[in-house]
C-alpha cells in the first residue's frame, strides 16, 4: 500500500486562553508504534534509536513541543531531553539539546489515525523497523506510518477548545456535557482507556462515551475513537469517521456531522488536580456557604465544602481553592477568608501528615484550629486535637497509580501486584474515616503481608493512608506505617521506612 503524501495544511491558529482556574492543558506525552507494532525508542547509551520495544516504558515516552511561529511544526523529544533529526542523507539520531531546523517535523495525518513524520527541510518520511530507521522516504508505505499511545496518566479533564468549557458527567441527562466553567467535582474526571490503537472516553461511574451522547456500560465499536492532533489540540475521531464535539445548548457531547475537524471538535486533556474536603474536630465539614470566611459547620458536603489543592513544584506548599475560583488566604488576626484572586505568600500552606489527620500551617507560621463555633484560626503554636482535620479526597474513585518504572497492576499468575507494568489495573477508592481502602476489580482488597508484599486478594478491608505531597503524586501508607513502593524487580511492597522516588505515585 503506497500514499502519496499531499502536502501538509499549514495554517497558523492562534493559542485558546485558558480559563484562569490554575489547571493547564498537559503537554503531550504519546509512545509510537511502527508497522510492527513495536515502540520507537530512545536508548540512554550513545543516544542510539531503536524501534525494537514490545511494549510502552520510561525510554519509549516521547513529549510533543509545537513551534511558537508555526503549530504544524512540531519537536519530538526523548526522556533523555533529546530531540529526534534526520539530515539532508535521511540519517536520524537523537543527540541535539536544543531545538534546530533537523530537528523540525510535520505530521502528516491518515485516515486510519496513524502518522507519517515527514522532516520539514528535506520532506522526506520517518520509518523503519529494529535498528534500521532512516528518513529519507518520498512517499509514504506501511514503513513511515505510526500509531500514537498515549503516556500521560490517563486521568484528565476534557476542556473544549471552542467553547471553553470542561466535560463533566451530566448523572440525570445520562450524558456527558460541556458546560462547567472549572473542571469540579468527581463528574469532570475522564479516564481515557487505550484499546489496540484507539481510545475510549470513560465517566467516572464507569460508563463508556457512544458515538450517539449515550453512556454505555461495554466498550462497544461506537465508543472507539481515534486521536487526532491539529494545532497541538486533540480531535476524537469515531467508528464512521465523523468527530465528537459539544452540541447545543448544554453542550452535549457526541459525534456530529463534520469529517473534518475544526475548532469545535478540537480538545485540551488537562491536568486533574486533587479535590477535597475537610473535616474539623467539631465533625463538622469545612465550608464557605455562611461567607468567604472559613467555618466548620455544616454537615452535608457540597460544592461549597469542596475544595482544590494545587501543590507548588518547588516548595511543595499547597492552595485550596473554592468552586467559585478563589483562594484560601490568610487575612488579618489569623482569620483565613476564601477571597484571594491570586496566589500570593498568603494563600500558601504547609500540609503535615499526621496518619489519618493532617495540620494547615498557614505563611504566619501558626497552625490553623478550629474555635468553638466553628471559625478557623490560624493562631496556634503547636498540634493538639483542634488542630488536626480529616481530608477526603473526591475525586478518584477509580484509581490509577504510576510510579517511577511504570503503572501497578494486577501479577498474572499470584495475589501479589507489579509496579511497572505499561498497562494499568482501575482500583477502586474507598475512604473510611480518615483512611482508605483500595479494591480490585474482583471486588477484593489490598492489604499487606507478613513479608512486606502488597496483597490484592484482601476478604476483609485493610486501612492505608494517603499523602498528597507533590504536584501529581501521592505516597501510601499501610497500616504498619511502612510506605509502599516499587522494588527493583518491580513488585509492590508495603515495607518503604522512608520517602524515595520508588514510593511516590501519580493518580
Not at 194 to 202: A, F, I, P, S, T
Not at 332 to 356: K, R, Y
Request: net charge neutral.
Amino acid at each position: 500500500m503506497k500514499l502519496m503524501a499531499g502536502t501538509a495544511e499549514r495554517s497558523r491558529k492562534t493559542a485558546v486562553k485558558m480559563p484562569a482556574n490554575g489547571n493547564h492543558p498537559l503537554k503531550l506525552q504519546f509512545g509510537l508504534i511502527n508497522h510492527e507494532g513495536r515502540y520507537l525508542t530512545a536508548e540512554a547509551f550513545g543516544f542510539k534509536l531503536n524501534a525494537s520495544a514490545p511494549s510502552l516504558k520510561k525510554k519509549q515516552i516521547w513529549t510533543l513541543e509545537q513551534d511558537h511561529q508555526d503549530t504544524q511544526v512540531v519537536y519530538l523529544r526523548s526522556h533523555l531531553g533529546r530531540y529526534l533529526a534526520s539530515d539532508k542523507d535521511g540519517k536520524v539520531s537523537c543527540e541535539a539539546d536544543g531545538q534546530n531546523s533537523d530537528c523540525r517535523f510535520l505530521i502528516v495525518a491518515q485516515s486510519d489515525g496513524r502518522w507519517a513524520l515527514q522532516s520539514e527541510q528535506y520532506l522526506r518520511f520517518f520509518g523503519g523497523s529494529r535498528d534500521y530507521l532512516s528518513c529519507f522516504a518520498q512517499a509514504i508505505t506501511d514503513a513511515e506510518l505510526w500509531a500514537m499511545h498515549l503516556a500521560l496518566h490517563p486521568q484528565a479533564n476534557l476542556l473544549s477548545v471552542a467553547r471553553k468549557r470542561y466535560a463533566r458527567l451530566s448523572l440525570e441527562d445520562g450524558e456527558v456535557a460541556v458546560d462547567l466553567n472549572i473542571p469540579w467535582g468527581v463528574g469532570a474526571l475522564l479516564t481515557i482507556v487505550y484499546v489496540d490503537g484507539r481510545y475510549c472516553l470513560k465517566t467516572s461511574d464507569s460508563r463508556f462515551l457512544s458515538n450517539d451522547g449515550k453512556l454505555l456500560t461495554q466498550k462497544e465499536r461506537t465508543t472507539q475513537y481515534t486521536l487526532e492532533l491539529k494545532c497541538g489540540k486533540l480531535a476524537f475521531k469515531d467508528c464512521e469517521g465523523k468527530y465528537l464535539s459539544p452540541m447545543g445548548p448544554t453542550g452535549t457531547l457526541r459525534s456530529g456531522r463534520c469529517s473534518k475537524p475544526g475548532k469545535d471538535e478540537l480538545f485540551d486533556l488537562v491536568e486533574s488536580h486533587p479535590q477535597v474536603v475537610l473535616i474539623a474536630a467539631n465533625g463538622r465539614y469545612v465550608s464557605i456557604r455562611q461567607g468567604v470566611s472559613l467555618a466548620a459547620n455544616q454537615e452535608d458536603e457540597t460544592d461549597m465544602e469542596t475544595f482544590q489543592m494545587e501543590i507548588d513544584r518547588d516548595t511543595r506548599k499547597c492552595t485550596f481553592r473554592s468552586s467559585q475560583g478563589n483562594y484560601w488566604a490568610l487575612v488579618a488576626h489569623g482569620d483565613i477568608q476564601s477571597n484571594a484572586a491570586e496566589v500570593s505568600a498568603d494563600t500558601m500552606f504547609s500540609l503535615e501528615w499526621l496518619g489519618h489527620k493532617v495540620a494547615l500551617k498557614a505563611s504566619n507560621g501558626k497552625y490553623i484550629c478550629t474555635k468553638k463555633n466553628g471559625q478557623l484560626l490560624a493562631v496556634s503554636d503547636s498540634i493538639g486535637d483542634d488542630e488536626q482535620l480529616t481530608l477526603k479526597l473526591i475525586n478518584r474513585p477509580m484509581l490509577i497509580l504510576r510510579g517511577e518504572n511504570g503503572f501497578i497492576c494486577h501479577h498474572k499468575n499470584s495475589n501479589t501486584l507489579d509496579a511497572s507494568r505499561s498497562v494499568y489495573d482501575i482500583f477502586t477508592l474507598q475512604f473510611s474515616n480518615g483512611a482508605y481502602h483500595i479494591k480490585g476489580v474482583d471486588g477484593r482488597f489490598w492489604y499487606v503481608n507478613g513479608a512486606g508484599l502488597v496483597c490484592s486478594d484482601g476478604e476483609v478491608p485493610e486501612d492505608f493512608t494517603l499523602e498528597l505531597l507533590e504536584h501529581g503524586r501521592l505516597a501510601i501508607r499501610g497500616k504498619n506505617g511502612r510506605y509502599l513502593r516499587g522494588d527493583q524487580g518491580g513488585t509492590l511492597k508495603g515495607d518503604g521506612l522512608g520517602l524515595s522516588s520508588s514510593a511516590l505515585w501519580e493518580y
